[in-house]
């Protein structure tokens, strides 16, 4: 009896640590509603400080999600705080295609 249920153990932690494990997944950056006011101020800083050291890309190039990577590496070389990240990152997804 005893064998039986070390087995049946021994299975239930096998079965668990082959399950596969999720990974989360890069979401947008949440906000509050951005205002009219704040993705224009995100306009103007994308083209000022982004036009610095590269050629502006247009927003319509990259989906939310790739935007998210691309803010999250650009934004600390171009000295953003976190509040014109957001601002940036508003106005880039707020463009449609």
């Not at 509050?32 to 800083?45: C, D, L, M, P, Y």
């Not at 927003?59 to 070389?77: L, R």
């Not at 000295?79 to 957001?86: A, M, V």
Request: hydrophobic share 40%; charged share 20%; net charge positive.
């Amino acid at each position: 009896m005893k064998n039986i249920f070390v087995a049946a153990v021994f299975a239930s932690v096998l079965f668990t640590s082959c399950t596969p494990k999720s990974t989360p997944v890069a979401e947008a950056p949440k906000s509050a509603a951005s205002t009219a006011e704040q993705i224009a101020q995100g306009k103007t800083i994308f083209e000022n400080s982004c036009n610095r050291c590269h050629k502006l890309y247009e927003p319509t190039q990259f989906t939310s999600v790739q935007w998210v990577g691309i803010m999250n590496a650009m934004a600390p070389k171009a000295k953003l705080t976190d509040e014109q990240h957001q601002w940036v990152y508003d106005y880039v997804v707020s463009v449609k295609k």
